[in-house]
């Protein structure tokens, strides 16, 4: 669904509709009381009949008001200005979109009172921010006719017209990386295979990143039996994917984020249960997230050296799958016993991680990863699990994830949780029972990061099939781009 974004300097429009924001209490200031008046109270007494006071949320409309040319005026409660966060901004772009339903053009009135400290031109691109993710739809494979709707027009009226599009530049570039991200989740497998996804993140080289596209050759090469074995009972190819945007001087260590990309997953030998297995397209949500981050750096130039690594397989079953029992050698040289073919997320990750912190030694990595259902029992699908051997990582990562509205939850690891990943056959096995199934992946995932500050972050939960919004509309949300963008922009650059 297409949508046009611009600024404009607050003040009447003088057609199409316009949506007024009123704080708790409902007083009418502004352009809100302008409009009142030269509606002779009407609006007064629409909010007095609707007990309506500015509660969060709420919102009333007039509808071809007499004595203007407007076509609806809408009035939305946001509560209690000091209150307010960069996410409700967001938000109220989200809900100002869904007054577009049917088209046309809508003006967002930001009074200067509800800067709050964030300043009008971040509140301004961040309305945009929302308003362009609540349109998102993916619907590509309708081949229907679709009624024809008129073109969509969001206005948004600010006194701080010039920063908020300075601003918008570098939002906008964020919302193409989380637009990306929802895109490949979105996609159905028999369209994404990991060659596909591998030429999707080709793509970015025409914002000037380096992409390097390494053969299963190249891979059985360097001794990536561990990734290898997922793959090798897929008629597809594995790859991985070496992404590099170069933004400060050569000197400067770069950061690394790294993503599980596991196109689809049956399970393997171990298959998964027929009921809800379609949703396994989505299980490279963490290869999507890095592609959409390395996409939003790159166009908005960010000012620092940025390492994205993404190991792309499908694992399914067949005649050259890999079994239970078989006995994996990574490329660290540490053995695996695969006790359960679908535990393979961490299989394709230990290579990818191992690979990345030796060829590039970075400042930290970061990994993410659709990769146990077990971390949806413990936290939902509101925060994702967070696993680190660095403190300071892990309060960047909770602070930003508070202020963007991607949260995270730190989980336990421990030498408990390390020893139930022994076993007599091999240097470890890839499962570690029935208990504490996030933290133990966690455990194994860490034996292949050496000293190397390091977060896994766990999204089986907030990245596909996670609560709709008024800024995700999507089965696939796109999260980890936002959050990690922040966290680039907020201490990395």
């Not at 010039?162 to 996609?187: C, H």
């Not at 689809?264 to 298959?271: H, L, P, V, Y």
Request: charged letters at 20%; glycine letters at 12%.
């Amino acid at each position: 669904m297409s949508l046009t974004l611009s600024f404009s300097s607050l003040a009447l429009p003088k057609s199409g509709s316009v949506l007024l924001l009123v704080s708790q209490g409902g007083k009418l200031t502004g352009l809100a009381g302008q409009i009142d008046k030269q509606l002779k109270g009407a609006v007064t007494r629409a909010m007095k009949v609707q007990s309506f006071k500015g509660a969060k949320g709420k919102d009333l409309t007039l509808l071809a008001p007499a004595g203007t040319d407007l076509k609806k005026v809408i009035i939305l409660g946001i509560g209690k200005v000091a209150d307010l966060t960069e996410t409700d901004f967001e938000t109220l772009g989200g809900k100002a979109a869904g007054y577009l339903s049917d088209g046309g053009a809508l003006t967002l009135c930001l009074e200067q009172e509800l800067e709050n400290g964030i300043g009008g031109g971040e509140i301004a691109a961040r309305v945009a921010l929302g308003a362009r993710l609540g349109m998102y739809r993916f619907d590509k494979y309708k081949t229907k006719k679709k009624e024809k709707i008129p073109a969509r027009k969001l206005v948004i009226a600010t006194k701080s017209t010039a920063r908020a599009k300075v601003q918008w530049a570098e939002f906008s570039a964020l919302s193409d990386g989380i637009i990306l991200a929802r895109d490949l989740v979105n996609e159905p497998a028999n369209v994404l295979s990991p060659p596909e996804f591998a030429s999707r993140a080709r793509a970015l080289t025409k914002l000037g990143v380096k992409v390097e596209v390494l053969s299963e050759a190249q891979m059985k090469k360097l001794g990536m039996g561990s990734l290898l074995g997922v793959g090798q009972g897929s008629a597809f190819p594995s790859q991985l994917v070496v992404m590099q945007w170069n933004g400060a001087a050569k000197s400067k260590q770069p950061v690394a984020f790294v993503g599980k990309g596991v196109c689809f997953d049956t399970g393997g030998i171990s298959i998964k249960p027929a009921g809800g297995m379609e949703d396994m397209k989505g299980d490279m949500g963490g290869a999507a997230a890095v592609t959409g981050l390395m996409h939003s750096l790159a166009k908005r130039k960010a000012k620092v050296n940025v390492i994205g690594v993404i190991g792309l397989v499908e694992n399914m079953p067949s005649s050259t799958a890999q079994r239970p029992g078989d006995i994996v050698t990574s490329m660290s040289g540490q053995t695996i016993e695969v006790l359960n073919t679908d535990a393979e997320g961490r299989l394709v990750l230990a290579d990818a991680l191992w690979y990345t912190q030796n060829r590039f030694k970075p400042k930290f990595m970061i990994d993410l990863a659709t990769l146990t259902g077990a971390i949806m029992v413990a936290l939902g699908q509101d925060y994702a699990g967070m696993f680190s051997n660095n403190d300071k990582l892990c309060d960047q990562l909770d602070a930003i994830g508070k202020r963007e509205g991607e949260q995270v939850w730190r989980m336990p690891m421990s030498s408990n949780f390390d020893k139930m990943i022994d076993t007599p056959n091999a240097d470890m096995k890839n499962i570690g029972g029935r208990y504490a199934g996030s933290s133990t992946a966690a455990q194994f995932l860490q034996r292949f990061v050496n000293n190397v500050p390091w977060v896994h972050l766990d999204i089986a939960g907030t990245a596909m099939g996670s609560p709709k919004s008024a800024t995700s509309q999507s089965w696939a949300s796109g999260y980890g781009v936002k959050l990690l963008d922040r966290l680039v922009r907020s201490h990395y650059e």
